[in-house]
């Protein structure tokens, strides 16, 4: 019997590269993704593409390449921060870092989520790695503003997405993996990946095939909009 396949974007280091290895681990055929080469390759077992989700053609380029292919979950890790300082400002990001934290948390894996669903069947998944900090309502201490400001962007997207395909039975995720020590989450984060990927794994399969839209942290209880 064929094991369940997910392709995974952006899986070159840190939260999506300890994605793709945990479903690995669980028995999952795994395509990941790069922008360049990366520790990835050394992933036994992964089936590695590179793309640049900033470059729509590029995108493209790779639906044609997995023409004819189909993936019980899609999920999209795509994240970066213009700065380490929590503290930081409007009146500090400029409007070329401002653009390019947009373009990469939210335009660009909705264009990803556009290009690629149909490679999900109806019983599969569709995921989109967001963060806590996405929630206006539970935005209680400012910081990371422009971080914050593309999280929320993605989630908006992602539910117009929901909107648009409402009959649509495929079960729609934004996770949320908590404050994590990566390259981006910094060394004052709270958590170590293996303290949140496998739990984001977990709730992943959980949510499989319960159709709709779900906002989740790696526990899979609900994230307030």
Same mark, same amino acid.
């Given at each position: 019997?064929?094991?369940?396949?997910?392709?995974?974007?952006?899986?070159? %280091?840190?939260?999506?590269?300890?994605?793709? #290895?945990?479903?690995?681990?669980?028995? /999952?055929?795994?395509?990941?993704?790069? %922008?360049?080469?990366?520790?990835? @390759?050394?992933?036994?077992?992964?089936?590695?593409?590179?793309?640049? !989700?900033?470059?729509?053609?590029?995108?493209? #380029?790779?639906?044609?390449? &997995?023409?004819?292919?189909?993936?019980?979950?899609?999920?999209?890790? #795509?994240?970066?921060? $213009?700065?380490?300082?929590?503290?930081?400002? &409007?009146?500090?990001?400029?409007?070329?870092?401002?653009?390019?934290?947009?373009?990469?948390?939210?335009?660009?894996?909705?264009?990803?989520?556009?290009?690629?669903?149909? &490679?999900?069947?109806?019983?599969?998944?569709?995921?989109?790695?967001?963060?806590?900090?996405?929630?206006?309502?539970?935005?209680?201490?400012?910081?990371?503003?422009?971080? %914050?400001?593309?999280?929320?962007?993605?989630?908006?997207?992602?539910?117009?997405?929901?909107? @648009?395909?409402?009959?649509?039975? @495929?079960?729609?995720?934004?996770?949320?993996?908590?404050?994590?020590?990566?390259?981006?989450?910094?060394? /004052?984060?709270?958590?170590?990946?293996?303290?949140? !990927?496998?739990?984001?794994?977990?709730? !992943?399969?959980? /949510?499989?095939?319960?159709?709709?839209?779900? $906002?989740?942290?790696?526990?899979?209880?609900?994230?307030? /909009?």
């Amino acid at each position: 019997m064929k094991g369940k396949s997910a392709l995974i974007i952006g899986a070159s %280091r840190g939260l999506g590269y300890a994605l793709a #290895a945990e479903f690995l681990g669980r028995g /999952w055929q795994v395509t990941a993704t790069e %922008r360049t080469p990366s520790a990835l @390759r050394e992933l036994v077992g992964a089936a590695v593409e590179t793309v640049d !989700i900033t470059a729509p053609e590029q995108v493209a #380029a790779l639906r044609e390449r &997995l023409a004819g292919s189909a993936f019980d979950l899609l999920f999209v890790n #795509a994240g970066t921060n $213009y700065t380490t300082d929590p503290s930081a400002t &409007l009146a500090d990001v400029s409007t070329e870092d401002f653009t390019h934290v947009m373009v990469t948390n939210a335009l660009s894996p909705m264009r990803v989520v556009e290009t690629l669903q149909d &490679l999900v069947p109806e019983t599969g998944t569709i995921g989109v790695m967001s963060s806590g900090q996405g929630s206006v309502a539970d935005n209680t201490n400012g910081g990371f503003e422009v971080y %914050r400001a593309s999280k929320s962007a993605l989630n908006q997207l992602m539910r117009s997405f929901a909107a @648009r395909h409402a009959d649509d039975p @495929r079960t729609l995720l934004l996770m949320a993996p908590g404050w994590v020590k990566t390259d981006l989450g910094g060394p /004052w984060a709270r958590l170590t990946v293996d303290e949140s !990927i496998p739990a984001v794994a977990d709730t !992943i399969e959980a /949510w499989a095939g319960k159709g709709g839209l779900h $906002y989740l942290d790696r526990q899979g209880q609900t994230v307030n /909009w």
